[in-house]
């Protein structure tokens, strides 16, 4: 068996990069994602749940 070089492994794992990889958690899409604190929710759902993570003002 050949085995296949590091950088190739990666490049075949990577299935989105850039602005694919960045979607909500919460209903997977891809448009007005907060990444502040790493929270990756898209703005509506920040609106429904941003209360209960401990956020007082949105």
Sequence with gaps: M?????SEEKKLRLK??????RKCRFCG???????LY?????RRCFREVGESI???KF
């Design 2 to 6: 050949v085995r296949k070089k590091v």
């Design 16 to 21: 989105f990069k850039g602005k694919g990889l």
């Design 29 to 35: 899409n891809p448009r007005g994602v907060i990444r």
């Design 38 to 42: 790493k929270l990756y929710i898209c």
């Design 54 to 56: 401990g956020f007082r």
